[in-house]
T-cell receptor, first 112, second 113 residues
Framework: AQSVTQLGSHVSVSEGALVLLRCNYS??????LFWYVQYPNQGLQLLLK??????LVKGINGFEAEFKKSETSFHLTKPSAHMSDAAEYFC??????????FGTGTSLTVIP | DAGVIQSPRHEVTEMGQEVTLRCKPI?????LFWYRQTMMRGLELLIY????????DSGMPEDRFSAKMPNASFSTLKIQPSEPRDSAVYFC???????????FGNGTRLTVT
């Protein structure tokens, strides 16, 4: 079955600490993977995308993600958290056909 | 490019009333998706269109919900009659294809009293 799974519905980090948000996928075809961020009362904004060109993908606001086929993972990282990073983060995949699968989201809290 | 445009931004209505949500996708995007977001259920796909044709409407909750895409630049999601449990944020998104990301509108926050 095709799916995208985010581990951890809530993550808290201290300002300046590493941010790691986990995402795993299940797909019978090569996936196209995306990370989105949602700030309160706003729509989802694209952070970065993996479309098979390079396994390490850099996005906006200092975020990056690495596609690991052997682990079926696409974890999102940022070396140093900023207060403005507090938001909801969604991992999504275009796994088969033209269907987009979304994870359940991870709420990131940044502690000053 | 103005992005995906949704209207209205907020809608408050009474139970039993008809509600129509509107979406204008990005020009050239052949796929349009309607999602619903609530605290309890998260982000749910309701329906998606390809070249104005509904492809998968299995996420539409019940017959009270209907969606149309009369042309490439406009889609509507209608709820008739509305119920309090329909209260949610409804998002429209478009994309040129599966290799490209979805572009989301700012959503319509629906409150049914």
């Amino acid at each position: 079955a095709q799916s995208v799974t985010q581990l951890g519905s809530h993550v808290s980090v201290s300002e300046g600490a590493l941010v790691l948000l986990r995402c795993n996928y299940s797909s019978s075809v090569p996936p196209y993977l995306f990370w989105y961020v949602q700030y309160p009362n706003q729509g989802l904004q694209l952070l970065l995308k993996y479309t098979s060109a390079a396994t390490l993908v850099k996005g906006i606001n200092g975020f990056e993600a690495e596609f690991k086929k052997s682990e079926t993972s696409f974890h999102l990282t940022k070396p140093s958290a900023h207060m403005s990073d507090a938001a909801e983060y969604f991992c999504a995949g275009s796994l088969t056909g033209n269907q987009f699968y979304f994870g359940t989201g991870t709420s990131l809290t940044v502690i000053p | 490019d103005a992005g995906v445009i949704q209207s209205p931004r907020h809608e408050v209505t009474e139970m039993g009333q008809e509600v129509t949500l509107r979406c204008k996708p990005i020009s050239g995007h052949d796929y349009l998706f309607w999602y619903r977001q609530t605290m309890m259920r998260g982000l749910e796909l309701l329906i998606y269109f390809n070249n104005n044709v509904p492809i998968d409407d299995s996420g539409m909750p019940e017959d009270r919900f209907s969606a149309k895409m009369p042309n490439a630049s406009f889609s509507t999601l209608k709820i008739q009659p509305s119920e309090p449990r329909d209260s949610a944020v409804y998002f429209c998104a478009s994309t040129p294809g599966r290799r490209a990301p979805l572009h989301f509108g700012n959503g319509t926050r629906l409150t049914v009293t």
